[in-house]
């Protein structure tokens, strides 16, 4: 059965892999990374736009999927709150020793806490690890768009995208 954003609404594994703004997995583990899971040629350019930096490009027709230039995008994340699709991670493989930090776009109340111990999901919504609330951003420029970061063990880097909503297991 093939699978994906149109049977799904998630894009499926092969969607995203064939997307020219998906990192192989030796950029993912190279050096603090943005990953954009877009995959449906619809009129929109606000990452673009967003990156000073000029490592993203959707260029015209504004239908085109969105492209990353690895070498030049610096893992600012300015592109992710921006996204309307909030399609826009930021993965940083090397966070720690032990732990990967993934930075998302968070749109529900209440915000976690920096220190918040939650559930981090998969694209899907599934369980996939324990993870820790460092750094959560939500300035008036976001425009309500929360930009959260969590850490987490680095062997799930390729897997969460997310947390579980109103869930905190342990705040410290």
Do not use: W
């Not at 499926?12 to 583990?29: G, T, W, Y």
């Amino acid at each position: 059965m093939n699978k994906g954003i149109d049977l799904e609404g998630v894009p499926s594994e092969e969607e995203l892999k064939n997307s020219p703004s998906f990192p192989p997995d030796a950029i993912q583990k190279k050096k603090k990374i943005v990953i954009i899971e877009c995959v449906q040629e619809i009129p929109c350019n606000p990452c673009e736009e967003a990156c000073k930096f000029k490592a993203i490009t959707v260029g015209n027709p504004i239908t085109n999927l969105p492209v990353v230039d690895f070498e030049k995008c610096i893992g600012c994340g300015q592109c992710i709150a921006k996204c309307p699709g909030l399609a826009i991670y930021l993965l940083d493989y090397h966070y720690s020793e032990e732990e990967a930090s993934l930075s998302f776009p968070y749109e529900y109340y209440p915000l976690p806490q920096v220190g918040d111990q939650v559930t981090a999901v998969d694209r899907y919504g599934k369980d996939i690890c324990r993870a820790k609330v460092i750094k959560v951003n939500n300035p008036k420029k976001n425009e309500c768009t929360a930009v959260v970061t969590i850490a987490f063990p680095k062997h799930y880097y390729q897997k969460v995208r997310s947390i579980k909503r109103n869930e905190v297991i342990d705040h410290v």
